[in-house]
């Protein structure tokens, strides 16, 4: 009655079952699909757009620069740099550092100042402490958030006046250096 198209399945790939790529298969953290005889591990379905996490057993003290979405859900000292795309900090997130991303959604714990080109998201069990620029900002209720907050606009480029057609004008070189002679009608005098 009801049957899937071809565009919704998912490709699945066995997972390998040797000691030395099962070891690193637990520490990978994917979707992973079960069946009674064997484990498929679920790809992405568009190749490239594909988040990165850091695990809650992960911790970094550094800078961060990521060129896809991030999600931090371990402790980071330090800067985190996600310029274009959208930065979540899990529940178990713990950050003591400066972060700019174009999104930032914040379930943890962040001590710093926090700057989103678009808009950031603070949930319920959410701990922000530090300054916040944004253009668009959203607290949940319970959320804990000290600091201040700089609202600002998105940038949107100048609407671009119409251009009007304009006549030609005849114009007749005047003496030798210097500019031609025109009148207020528009022609040579």
């Known amino acids: 009655m009801w049957s899937k198209r071809k565009e919704d399945e998912v490709p699945l790939r066995p997972v390998s079952s ?3 790529q099962g070891a690193e298969t637990q520490r990978r953290e994917t979707n992973v ?16 757009a594909g988040s990165a996490t850091l695990g809650k057993n992960v911790t970094v003290k550094g800078q961060i620069f990521s060129r896809e979405d991030l999600t931090i859900d371990g402790e980071v000292e330090g800067t985190v ?3 274009d795309h959208r930065l979540t900090i899990g529940p178990n997130g713990r950050v003591h550092a400066g972060l700019k991303a174009r999104e930032i959604v914040i379930y943890g ?8 080109a678009e808009k950031i998201d603070i949930k319920k069990e ?9 253009s668009r900002i959203m607290i949940e209720d ?3 958030f000290k600091g201040s907050i700089d609202i600002s606009k998105a940038a949107v480029p ?6 009007q057609p304009v006549a030609a004008t005849p114009v007749s070189a005047g003496p030798a250096g210097n500019p031609p002679v025109v009148s207020s009608a528009g022609f040579p005098k």
């Open 18 to 20: 040797s000691p030395a």
């Open 33 to 48: 699909m079960s069946s009674p005889s064997r484990t498929f591990d679920v790809e992405p379905r568009a190749p490239g």
């Open 81 to 83: 740099e996600c310029q």
């Open 109 to 116: 714990s962040i001590q710093g100042n926090v700057e989103a």
């Open 126 to 134: 959410a701990k922000l402490v530090g300054d916040i620029k944004t």
């Open 142 to 144: 319970g959320a804990y």
């Open 158 to 163: 100048p609407a671009r006046p119409v251009s």
